[in-house]
């Protein structure tokens, strides 16, 4: 059964750094998902990543995968207030195709 | 851009009520999904629907809980009796076709409040 972790759950942060959130899983996963979801909001995607080594970036986010170490990564960059949000990473394998394994989450703050 | 829509978006029911949750799904999909995410936790997956059958179901989706395509468009959620615990954002999914589907596109949700 696949499980995915992520951490930090919780992170707070100042506007122009930079910071990681991490995304573990416990059995081979296809494809590594990350989603971004607003208060009260839907989930949006952001990215699929479907081998190891992939790395995908859009504006200020950055992600990649790491089958190997079964590890995901989403990447901030010079953060800004908008992209304060929940982000999630969700795993899904070929066996199970059908549905997506969620992380807890991890809800960033950026501060001004 | 073609969107996952969901009605309604709010429902309070009492304990014991059935409910119905309704998702049109994006027109060119072929796989179609229910999650659900309790305040302040994780997304839950429920029941994965293809070809007018249930593909996978988790441990959640008892028999409490059935899916229906009723016509070309919509694609329902029924709660047969509600709980308590049944008190939920409730997410629709839709991904187009391919061998292994794509992107899950998620609708706006449905807030259940069971009192």
Not at chain 1, 52 to 65: D, F, I, P, T, W
Not at chain 2, 77 to 99: N, V
Request: with cysteine; net charge neutral.
């Amino acid at each position: 059964e696949l499980k995915v972790e992520q951490n930090p759950l919780f992170l707070s942060m100042q506007e122009g750094k930079n910071y990681t959130i991490y995304c573990n899983y416990s059995t081979t996963s296809d494809r590594l998902y990350w989603y971004r979801q607003d208060p009260g909001k839907s989930l949006e995607s952001l990215f699929v990543l479907l081998s190891n080594g992939a790395v995908k970036q859009e504006g200020r986010l950055m992600a990649s995968l790491d089958t190997k170490a079964r590890l995901s990564t989403l990447h901030i960059t010079a953060a800004v207030h908008d992209l304060s949000a929940t982000y999630f990473c969700a795993g899904a394998w070929i066996q199970g195709a059908q549905k997506l394994v969620f992380g807890q989450g991890t809800r960033l703050t950026i501060n001004p | 851009e073609p969107e996952v829509t969901q009605t309604p978006s709010h429902q309070v029911t009492q304990m014991g009520q059935e409910v119905i949750l309704r998702c049109v799904p994006i027109s060119n999909h072929l796989y179609f999904y229910w999650y659900r995410q309790i305040l302040g936790q994780k997304v839950e997956f429920l029941v994965s629907f293809y070809n007018n059958e249930i593909s996978e179901k988790s441990e959640i989706f008892d028999d409490q809980f059935s899916v229906e395509r009723p016509d070309g468009s919509n694609f329902t959620l029924k709660i047969r009796s509600t709980k308590l615990e049944d008190s939920a954002m409730y997410f629709c999914a839709s991904s187009a076709p391919g061998r292994f589907p794509e992107t899950q596109y998620f609708g706006p949700g449905t807030r259940l409040l069971v009192l």
